[in-house]
């Protein structure tokens, strides 16, 4: 069985990770590793903080390591929250209060509720032994709704009905999410190369170790 580190401590983002891949993967995540201390988000961009997320833990450790980031664009608001989505509403704000947020903020622009566009973006950083072995980005367009529906999923997936359905992703089935979501279409294309890797790298897939080992 394949070892991934994620460098996370978003376990939802764990499971995605876990049911995307299957069987043939062990995932883990920085969840139990309280002496690793937490990456600041100081990137631009997705793949800038995937990036740094994936490098500096890949030091620290023997796994292949992911780094993931990700978001929420919404083209009536310039695409926010994008980089910011997890802390939209502030440093310690719940998926509900990032929600109430941007519901207002589209309330405020776009009050005919004309322009309802947006879309998830992934970026994947593949790391190991501090070196960057790749980057794979994943997209999924769709609207807002209003209000929010559905129990399934987390942060903004209430809010957000993938084009061709009229279900939003917390309402329709995790399989059905993981089969066309941002991060199962990143996901897809990171399997897709690590047959590729060095040999050095593939041999730590088996080797175990978990953050800090
Ligand atoms: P880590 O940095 O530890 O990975 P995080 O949750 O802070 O965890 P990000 O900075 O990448 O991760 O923020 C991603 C946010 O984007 C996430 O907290 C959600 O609010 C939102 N998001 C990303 N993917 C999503 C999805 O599939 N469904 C709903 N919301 C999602």
């Given amino acids: 069985?394949?070892?991934?580190?994620?460098?996370?401590?978003?376990?939802?983002?764990?499971r995605e990770f876990a049911e995307i891949l299957g069987d043939e993967f062990h995932?883990?995540?920085?969840?139990?590793?309280?002496?690793?201390?937490?990456?600041?988000?100081t990137g631009r961009t997705f793949a800038e903080n995937a990036i740094a997320k994936a490098v500096d833990l890949s030091r620290a450790v023997v796994n292949l390591v992911?780094?993931?980031?990700?978001?929420?664009?919404?083209?009536?608001?310039?695409?926010?929250?994008?980089?910011r989505s997890a802390r939209y509403a502030g440093e310690n704000a719940t998926a509900r209060d990032?929600?109430?947020?941007?519901?207002?903020?589209?309330?405020?622009?776009?009050p005919d509720r004309m322009r309802r566009s947006a879309r998830f973006r992934c970026v994947l950083a593949l790391?190991?032994?501090?070196?960057l072995l790749g980057t794979f980005e994943g997209l999924i367009g769709g609207i807002i709704v209003d209000p929010p529906r559905g129990e399934n999923g987390f942060g903004?997936?209430?809010?957000?009905?993938?084009?061709g359905f009229d279900k939003t992703f917390a309402e329709?089935?995790?399989?059905?999410?993981?089969?066309?979501?941002?991060?199962?279409?990143?996901?897809?294309?990171?399997?897709?190369r690590l047959p590729a890797l060095p040999r050095g790298d593939q041999g730590l897939a088996g080797g175990g170790g978990g953050p800090g080992g």
């Avoid at 996370?8 to 764990?14: D, G, L, Q, S, Y």
């Avoid at 992911?66 to 980089?83: F, N, Q, R, T, W």
């Fill in 172 to 192: 329709l089935p995790a399989k059905v999410k993981n089969r066309i979501s941002h991060r199962a279409q990143a996901i897809r294309a990171l399997r897709a």
């Fill in 27 to 41: 995932v883990s995540d920085l969840l139990e590793a309280q002496n690793i201390p937490e990456i600041k988000e």
């Fill in 156 to 163: 903004y997936d209430p809010l957000f009905a993938p084009d």
């Fill in 127 to 131: 790391a190991c032994g501090g070196k």
């Fill in 98 to 110: 990032n929600i109430d947020k941007l519901l207002r903020a589209l309330a405020r622009t776009d």
């Fill in 1 to 14: 069985m394949r070892q991934l580190l994620l460098a996370t401590r978003n376990a939802h983002k764990t």
């Fill in 66 to 83: 992911v780094g993931e980031d990700s978001g929420l664009e919404v083209d009536a608001l310039g695409g926010a929250p994008g980089i």
